[in-house]
Every structure is written in C-alpha cells, then in structure tokens.
C-alpha cells in the first residue's frame, strides 16, 4: 500500500486547497505557510525527491518549473519568489515525495539556510 501523503492528495484521498491541476502535476496551498504566498507543486507521479530523477522523469522538473512561473503571476508575485526543494534529511526534507515550494508575497530573508 502506498503511505505517501503527497500522493493521497494527488488522488484527492486526503483534501487540498488546489491553485492548479494539469494530468501530470498539482499544485496546493501549503497547510502551514511561511509567507503570504506559500504553494506546493507535484508531480502526481511519486518520486522521493530529486536524488530519484533521472534522464527519462527530469523533464517534470521543467514541467514544474514553467508552471511555478505561471502560478507566481497569476499571485501576482511580480517583484519576485523563491522556489525551493528539500532533499533528504540534511535538506529538511519531511515529506518523501517530490515537491516545490513556491514562497513570495513578501520580501524574504537573504540567508539561504
Ligand atoms: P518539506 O519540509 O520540504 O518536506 O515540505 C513539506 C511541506 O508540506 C511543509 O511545508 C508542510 O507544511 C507541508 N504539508 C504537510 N502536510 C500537508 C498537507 N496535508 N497539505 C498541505 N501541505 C502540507
Ligand atoms: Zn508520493
């Protein structure tokens, strides 16, 4: 059985607020903001993290990409936005499924880490 919480909601098991739905990718509000702005993209597909890209399932990271820019001007983050992705324990990374934070809404912080 698959236990991952990011792909329950990609199959809609376990709700999210959506901002945008395509048959690849989702993209909802993160339930615990760290700015205005604070949005998840997906693959629907699962993956653990980038270390489980490889030549054939990169391009969903372009994919993302695009569709983070999209997301950001439709929130009307026309000054600017971070997007961010954790990898594995030292990178913070909680949930085990690949996902990128889309953060804007305000000026943030210059500290990388
Ligand atoms: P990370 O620490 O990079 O793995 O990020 C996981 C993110 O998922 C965190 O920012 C959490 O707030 C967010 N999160 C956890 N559970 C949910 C949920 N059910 N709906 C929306 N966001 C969630
Ligand atoms: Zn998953």
Redesign the pocket.
């Known amino acids: 059985m698959n236990d991952c919480?990011f792909c329950k909601?990609a199959a809609g098991e376990?709700p999210?607020t959506k901002v945008y739905e395509d048959d690849k990718l989702l993209a909802?509000?993160?339930?615990?903001p760290?700015a205005p702005v604070?949005i998840?993209i997906i693959p629907k597909a699962h993956y653990d993290s980038v270390n489980a890209l490889d030549e054939t399932s990169a391009p969903v990271v372009g994919d993302i990409m695009l569709t983070a820019k999209r997301i950001a001007a439709e929130q009307g983050l026309d000054n600017g936005y971070r997007i961010?992705?954790?990898i594995g324990e030292d990178g913070?990374?909680?949930?085990k499924h690949l996902?990128f934070?889309l953060i804007g809404g305000v000026k943030l912080g210059e500290k990388m880490c």
């Open positions: 919480l909601i376990i999210s909802f509000k993160d339930i615990n760290q604070h998840l961010i992705t954790n913070g990374q909680t949930v996902h934070h």
